[in-house]
């Protein structure tokens, strides 16, 4: 979980906008003509194949920035199929860019930038491409009823992730990547989104360096459907935003139904229990409540529901249960009716001398705030784990689960215990308490005034720091892992300065492995530093990087 807040995290890292690459801020033409991206806008997330056209981008990145050195203003770039689109709004979705453009032509492709609000778009020819342009540049030309800009792209072509060779290509897979996915994301949601677009067959969640998915649908135009209505649509309010290409594979194979993977082609899949009370209904709404803030409204639809199958009812809205604090009754209500859930976690494998209550904080802080950790007298190397909500739970649970810490795997699910009550507590070898309330930490980074800022990231290699000392070197911080007795940082990365009056540093450490940076992480994560001069100590803060490598 990174906080977009120190923008030198979107600038650093390096690589360009697919998974496994450096999330970091591209220029294109809206910062070559003056205007800003918003602060806290992050890159696309990664990806696991590059199926984000990262080429495309990079190629004309580079251009841009070497403005006249190949004698070409980037002000008036020569003319080419590829048109790139900026000041869209943050509802548009592909389909929105397809009705309004292709008045002008044929389109060829379309690449979604959301979190940019931006995209390319790639016509069958030049002369489509011009008039688009130069319509644009005469009137206004609105997508979703907003003015959106357009200049050609210094690129020639849209490169694809998959069937390069064949530009018209198509595929009944889709391959979804799901972009900072604060909430869990299961077959039963996925469904939820898809099906009313088109006959879903069978879903695949897989997650390496995010969340992606796979969903095979009935046909070729069911799949092609569904890319111009979701492409860019945000599954929950803000959150969870869907990037979607043609997957390699023309066919799934499932090997077993759960919420991971699911085949809806067999008759049992049809009678399932857990689908009870539910419609078959989609995005587009605000999550439940996590009792930390008001329950917001819920959103309809996209303005492009018009895509929906015509020979099905489909609701307008979905409704999901009103989760209220903790200290009520519904503390035990279930999440999308997949039976019991609970805000506690049990994690067990933990190491016996290095691992205290506050080192389970420090890394089950980044999914979710953390409210009480107790060590269980009874099975050594077992904690419970209290956290601000059932989904902070799923989230641990979806990122932790199996990694390694000190030559120790853990083992992270959700306890039966629907709280965390402070018996027999006893001292761990460290000295430190066998329980320990951080209900009341400023650590926590889920507060309603912060949880905006947070990204979900899974364990990485690279840790992102902030909050350091501004006058905190690398010889210092290694030191500090040697004071600690943790893996040191192999490669070492200051942002640029922030704005004057800035008192703090942030960068990037990359370690050999993840499990170094997650030990590391673990004991390190809000650290105490204390400088000259300075009557209060900065807090070391650590998370784990979008950026795989430095």
């Not at 920035?65 to 979705?93: E, M, N, Q, T, Y």
């Not at 050609?152 to 009944?172: G, Y």
Request: hydrophobic share 35%; proline share 6%.
């Amino acid at each position: 979980m990174e906080e977009t807040e120190d923008r030198g995290e979107l600038g650093g890292g390096g690589g360009g906008g697919g998974y496994h690459r450096a999330a970091k801020r591209l220029r294109t033409e809206e910062e070559a003509g003056g205007e800003e991206l918003e602060d806290g806008e992050e890159e696309d997330e990664e990806d696991s194949a590059g199926e984000e056209a990262a080429g495309s981008r990079s190629t004309e990145d580079r251009s841009r920035r070497s403005g006249g050195k190949d004698g070409v203003d980037s002000h008036r770039i020569p003319p080419s199929p590829v048109v790139h689109v900026r000041g869209l709004c943050d509802a548009v979705v592909e389909a929105d860019l397809v009705e309004a453009l292709d008045k002008f032509g044929n389109i060829c492709y379309v690449m979604m930038m959301p979190f940019k609000r931006q995209a390319l778009v790639e016509f069958d020819s030049v002369e489509s491409a011009e008039r688009c342009v130069s319509r644009g540049a005469r009137e206004p030309v609105c997508v979703a009823e907003q003015q959106a800009f357009f200049n050609f792209s210094t690129s020639q072509r849209i490169t694809r992730p998959t069937n390069a060779d064949d530009p018209t290509s198509r595929n009944k897979v889709l391959l979804l990547s799901v972009q900072n996915p604060l909430y869990p994301i299961t077959t039963d949601v996925l469904y939820n989104v898809c099906n009313p677009l088109g006959n879903v067959l069978r879903i695949v969640i897989f997650k390496r360096n995010g969340i992606q998915a796979m969903v095979e649908f009935e046909s070729v135009e069911d799949a092609q459907k569904a890319k111009l209505s979701l492409n860019g649509a945000d599954i929950y309010a803000g959150c969870c935003t869907l990037k979607i290409e043609y997957a390699r594979p023309n066919r799934l194979n499932v090997v077993r139904n759960d919420t991971s993977s699911w085949d809806y082609s067999k008759p049992l899949v049809l009678q399932r229990e857990r689908a009870k009370g539910r419609q078959r209904q989609a995005i587009l709404g605000e999550h439940p409540s996590n009792g930390y803030g008001p329950h917001c409204p819920l959103l309809p639809l996209p303005a492009n529901s018009r895509y929906r199958r015509s020979s099905e009812e489909v609701q307008d809205m979905i409704s999901y249960p009103l989760l209220l604090p903790k200290t009520s009754s519904s503390s035990s209500s279930s999440f999308l009716c997949h039976g019991a859930s609970s805000s506690v976690s049990m994690v067990s494998g933990l190491h016996p001398t290095k691992m205290n209550c506050s080192c389970i904080f420090n890394l089950f802080c980044l999914y979710g705030n953390v409210e009480k950790v107790k060590f269980m007298k009874s099975v050594p190397g077992t904690a419970l784990v209290e956290m601000g909500d059932e989904y902070a739970v799923d989230r641990a649970v979806t990122h932790l689960n199996g990694i390694k810490v000190f030559g120790k795997k853990l083992n992270v699910c959700v306890s039966k215990q629907q709280s965390v009550i402070p018996s027999q507590v006893f001292e761990l070898p460290d000295g430190s308490s066998s329980y320990h309330d951080f209900s009341l930490t400023r650590n926590n980074r889920f507060s309603s005034a912060q949880s905006s800022r947070n990204i979900i990231q899974p364990p990485a290699a690279v840790l992102h720091f902030y909050n350091a000392p501004p006058t905190l070197s690398q010889h210092q911080l290694l030191k500090l892992c040697t004071e600690h007795n943790v893996p040191a940082f192999t490669k070492f990365k200051v942002f640029d300065a922030k704005p004057a009056g800035s008192k703090t540093l942030s960068g990037l450490l990359e370690f050999d492995s993840k499990t170094e940076a997650v030990e590391t992480l673990t004991v390190l994560n809000h650290h105490q530093i204390r400088i000259p001069n300075s009557s209060n100590p900065f807090t070391l803060k650590l998370c784990f990087s979008t950026s795989s490598h430095l």
